[in-house]
Nanobody, 116 residues
Framework: QVQLVESGGGLVQPGGSLRLSCAASGTTSMINIMAWYRQVPGKQRELVATSTRRGSTNYVDFVKGRFTLSRDNAKNSVYLQMNSLKPEDTAVYYC??????????WGQGTQVTVSS
């Protein structure tokens, strides 16, 4: 089992920055993929960025150049640096982990609101 705890959400003005953190605990040696998703009310949860344990990172087009995912395997943590935030980035952001066995784990989510 893996437990995930996110932090770092909040209210920020358009053009501002936030850094989200996700700390994993439990059987962390089985973690392969660590990722960030987001969801707004009434819409499906959508992928933001993913990383593998080997260090391969991928982003969806709407965050490329603005968001940066980083990962610290020694600390079992993943981070999402979000710059140049837009109102349409407002969402609940979720940390997601996939184990080497294909098991999915989700954090509780952290609210990000971009508004003036």
């Amino acid at each position: 089992q893996v437990q995930l705890v996110e932090s770092g959400g909040g209210l920020v003005q358009p053009g501002g920055s936030l850094r989200l953190s996700c700390a994993a605990s439990g059987t962390t040696s089985m973690i392969n993929i660590m990722a960030w998703y987001r969801q707004v009310p009434g819409k499906q949860r959508e992928l933001v960025a993913t990383s593998t344990r080997r260090g391969s990172t991928n982003y969806v087009d709407f965050v490329k150049g603005r968001f940066t995912l980083s990962r610290d395997n020694a600390k079992n943590s993943v981070y999402l640096q979000m710059n140049s935030l837009k109102p349409e980035d407002t969402a609940v952001y979720y940390c997601h982990v996939i184990s080497y066995y294909g098991t999915n784990y989700w954090g509780q989510g952290t609210q990000v609101t971009v508004s003036s």
